[in-house]
């Protein structure tokens, strides 16, 4: 990605948020997206752990490029879950915005204190 393309790909989360949005009142016919919400979360996550195995499977093989792709899945199925339950993609980059900096295992004791 060059530094043109920066602002450009900053923007596909929430375009596709608004997308995904969209897609919650169209026909389960008419949308691939539209189908899964029809179908409900179990449907839903279940597309996104098979994503996940398959971005597992293939770094696993070695193949640089569909990692690339599988993880594109991955995410995609992700923010359809994340719309679903009505977040938006920016509460997840504040998530990592606020543990930007703080080491991962100061971050994750922190969790565990919490109740």
């Known amino acids: 990605m060059s530094q043109a393309d920066a602002p450009e790909q900053a923007e596909i989360?929430?375009?596709l948020a608004r997308?995904?949005?969209?897609r919650k009142g169209a026909d389960p016919a008419?949308?691939?997206?539209?189908?899964?919400?029809?179908?409900?979360?179990?449907?839903?996550?279940?597309?996104v752990a098979e994503e996940g195995a398959e971005t597992i499977m293939a770094a696993k093989d070695g193949a640089r490029d569909k990692v690339v792709?599988?993880?594109?899945?991955?995410?995609?199925?992700?923010l359809v879950l994340l719309a679903h339950l009505d977040i938006h993609p920016d509460e997840v980059l504040?998530?990592?915005a606020r543990r930007?900096?703080?080491?991962?295992?100061?971050?994750k004791a922190a969790r565990k204190e919490k109740p």
Not at 19 to 22: P, R
Not at 100 to 107: A, L
């Open 19 to 22: 997308t995904l949005a969209e």
């Open 13 to 15: 989360l929430s375009r």
């Open 69 to 78: 792709c599988e993880t594109a899945d991955l995410w995609f199925h992700s």
């Open 30 to 47: 008419s949308s691939y997206v539209a189908r899964l919400y029809d179908k409900g979360l179990d449907a839903i996550l279940k597309k």
């Open 100 to 107: 930007e900096g703080t080491s991962g295992i100061v971050e």
């Open 94 to 96: 504040a998530e990592l």
